[in-house]
Nanobody, 122 residues
Framework: QVQLVESGGGLVQPGGSLRLSCAAS???????????MSWYRQAPGKERELVAI????????KYGDSVKGRFFISRDDVKDTVHLQMSNLRPEDTGVYYC????????????WGKGTQVTVSS
């Protein structure tokens, strides 16, 4: 059973930093490093939006326009973990952050974590 478990969410003041982690386990079809990993977020009343993607291809990362220069995604294929380092946080960054994994080729292998709450408020 594939599982993605997010952690690291919480309450932080504007301008602060937070580091999210996504621990992956249970990959049967392929190894973790064959999956494109990403972070999405969803605020109340809004659609889920892309935050950051790190593909299996070396050096291929993409960020949502609103987080460029502030958020950084990284992955550890030995520990099967993905991180999202968030800096200079703003109230509009508030939302539930979700970890996502999809196989680089066989896109039907598509998994979501349950999310972790991030609240940016003074």
């Amino acid at each position: 059973q594939v599982q993605l478990v997010e952690s690291g969410g919480g309450l932080v003041q504007p301008g602060g930093s937070l580091r999210l982690s996504c621990a992956a386990s249970g990959f049967i079809f392929s190894y973790f490093n064959y999956y494109d990993m990403s972070w999405y977020r969803q605020a109340p009343g809004k659609e889920r939006e892309l935050v950051a993607i790190m593909s299996r291809s070396e050096g291929v990362t993409k960020y949502g326009d609103s987080v460029k220069g502030r958020f950084f995604i990284s992955r550890d294929d030995v520990k099967d973990t993905v991180h999202l380092q968030m800096s200079n946080l703003r109230p509009e960054d508030t939302g539930v952050y979700y970890c996502h994994a999809v196989h680089e080729t066989w896109r039907q292998y598509d998994y979501w974590g349950k999310g972790t709450q991030v609240t940016v408020s003074s």
